[in-house]
């Protein structure tokens, strides 16, 4: 399958470069072929326009430390670390089925303060998972997003692409030669 869609994303795309499919392309023929061929060749991020990977979580610092995480999803974690040589970005991942049961973050090994409106971890559980997995106090925690199971199958994408192609392909084929 994966062979298959990159042929004809490398075919469609080199159509729309060319500004040729079986009769000269018009611009909007090119503009939709870019697009087809992006949609073969990155489903993911054509359908993260519609349905998300993760769900951003903009919670207050009380709301997040309680927060009830279920154990089939996976949490990242995005902190900021300052250091004296500027800020430093790390992203940490709290995998699926890492707990048996629904946690929160104080499960996780954090416990979380609001310093200078920021949410930033105060203390750490000594043999807890987050300080195993390189978590430091300190760490101020900028972007929190949870796994969206609701999303489908990449896949869907590709008979979309595909019906696109043919009626775009069908119209270029039926106009008179330029």
Partial sequence: MVITTSLIAILVFSAATQGWFINKLRWYEIVVFILISLSLFRPDYVLDKFYPRYEYT????S???????????????RVTRRTEYGDRYKLFVINKDSFKENYSLEDYGVNLV???????IETLQWNGLAKKSGVETGDVISEFKIENLDRPNKAIV????ILLLFGFGYLNYRRDKI
């Fill in 114 to 120: 609001d310093k200078e409106g920021r949410m930033t």
């Fill in 58 to 61: 903009q919670l207050q610092i």
């Fill in 158 to 161: 590709y008979p979309f692409s």
């Fill in 63 to 77: 709301k997040l430390q309680f927060i009830n995480l279920e154990p089939d999803r996976d949490v990242h974690i």
